[in-house]
Nanobody, 126 residues
Framework: QVQLVESGGGLVQAGGSLRLSCAAS????????MGWFRQAPGKEREFVAA????????DYTDSVKGRFTISRDNAKNTVWLQMNSLKPEDTAVYYC???????????????????WGQGTQVTVSS
């Protein structure tokens, strides 16, 4: 079982930037597809970004394309979400998720992930 710990959330003004980190432990990180999801108050959890095991493939939800970048370093067991040009509608709890897979791919569905972090709050003020 992989342990995931997110950090880097906080309060930022619209137009600002934050970088979220997710540190994994207890597993061979390089065989895990990684994803970021978010959940705003009163809304369902939604996909934000995903990255394949090698880092060679990424995908994003349309609302963050061009603003957010997902990356990973398998030697550091860490995945990041760089968030630029933040908007108030980006306000949510952000969760890191991991799925073991021996096929290098991205996974967009939250139902496919079976390892989750505790979440980190991101608040964007207008």
């Amino acid at each position: 079982q992989v342990q995931l710990v997110e950090s880097g959330g906080g309060l930022v003004q619209a137009g600002g930037s934050l970088r979220l980190s997710c540190a994994a432990s207890g597993v061979t990180f390089s065989i895990y597809v990684m994803g970021w999801f978010r959940q705003a108050p009163g809304k369902e959890r939604e996909f934000v970004a995903a990255i394949s095991q090698s880092g060679g493939s990424t995908d994003y939800t349309d609302s963050v394309k061009g603003r957010f970048t997902i990356s990973r370093d398998n030697a550091k067991n860490t995945v990041w979400l760089q968030m630029n040009s933040l908007k108030p509608e980006d306000t949510a709890v952000y969760y890191c998720a991991a799925k073991r897979s021996f096929v290098d791919r991205v996974v967009l569905s939250s139902d496919m992930y079976n390892n989750w972090g505790q979440g980190t709050q991101v608040t964007v003020s207008s």
